[in-house]
C-alpha cells in the first residue's frame, strides 16, 4: 500500500559532520548509538550514524521500490545505520537531521501504542535525494505521483531533501516517517482512513514532543474539516480528487483515530487495528474488541460524533 503526501524538509542539524566523525572514531564503527542509552532521541540528544560502505551495511533487503531507488551503482549513494533505519544521502548533515527524528518517532509510537517490540525483523530504509533530476527520474520510474516530493512506501521512505529552498516543513516529514514506523509494528495492509489518521494523529503528537512544545492528545492541525461521512470515510479505498475533500478526509481520519485512542482503552487499539488489517469492518472489531462499551456499532457513532 503505497502512502503518499507532499513532503517537505526538516529541523536543523544538532552537530556537526566533523563532530560526529570525532565520536565515531572513538566508539569504532560499531553499531549506531544515542546519547542517552535507551531514551528516545528527543531535541537535545544526538543520534549517532555509522557510516559504511554498501556491503558492509547489516541489512540490505530492499522492497522493489527501494532497489530501483538504489540503483545499479550503490557507491553514488553513501550509507549509514542507526539502530532501526538504513538512511541513503548524499550530504551527512540531511542523514544526522532524518536519524533524529526517525529514531525518535520509532520510540513515540512505540510507548503511544503500548507495545514492547515490533513486528518487522529488519531495518527501515530512508532514500534522500538532493536533486530534482534524480528524483523526478526515480517518481517516474516507481511509477508514484509526479508531483509527490515524498512518499511511504511499507517500511521504506524516499524524498527529495532540497538544501537551499529554506528550511523542511518537519510536521509533514513526521506523518510520513509515522507511516513507516507503523509499519514495523502492523506490516499488514490497512484501511486508508487507518493508516492516514494514524499518522496524522501520531505525527502531531511526536513532532511537538520532538520540538519540546508538549504534543498531547493532538493532531498535525492540518486545515479542513472533521466532517468528512463516517461511512463515506470507511469505504475509501482512492485519495478523493478534490482538494477539499482530501483535506477532510484526512481531518476526519485524524478524529477517528484521536477517539480511539483517548476516548476509550489505549490498550485496545492495537488489538482493533489488527483485526482491521485482517479485513474486519470497523463495525465488526469494534464490537470484538469492546464488548463491554458498545453493544451496538450506533452506539460506537454516537459517542464519536459527540467527541
Known sequence: MINISLVCWLVAACVSAQT????????????????TPGAPAGRGTDVLLVEKPWEQITDRQLFDHGKIALGQNPSKWHHAETEHFVIHFHKRIDAQ???????????????DLMVEKDRFDRKSHIFLFEKDEEWHQFVAEAKFMEWSAGVAYRSELYFLSRRDSGDFAASTLAHEMTHCVFYRFVPKRIPMWLNEGFSEFESGN??????????GNRGSGRGGAADYPLQKLLATKEYPKDQQDVHEFYRTSERLVRFLMT????????????????????????LAIYPDKF????????RYEKS
Open 97 to 111: 537531521k532524518v536519524a533524529r527524528q526517525a529514531e525518535f518517532y520509532y520510540e513515540q509510537v512505540k510507548k
Open 20 to 35: 560526529i566523525q570525532q565520536l565515531q572514531q572513538r566508539l569504532g564503527m560499531g553499531k549506531a548509538a544515542s546519547a
Open 206 to 215: 511526536a513532532y511537538a514532543k520532538f520540538k519540546g512544545i508538549g504534543g
Open 263 to 286: 476516548k476509550l482503552d489505549r490498550n485496545r487499539f492495537v488489538p482493533l487495528v489488527m483485526k482491521l488489517a485482517d479485513g474486519a469492518s470497523l463495525e465488526s472489531a469494534v
Open 295 to 302: 453493544k451496538s456499532f450506533d452506539e460506537f457513532v454516537k
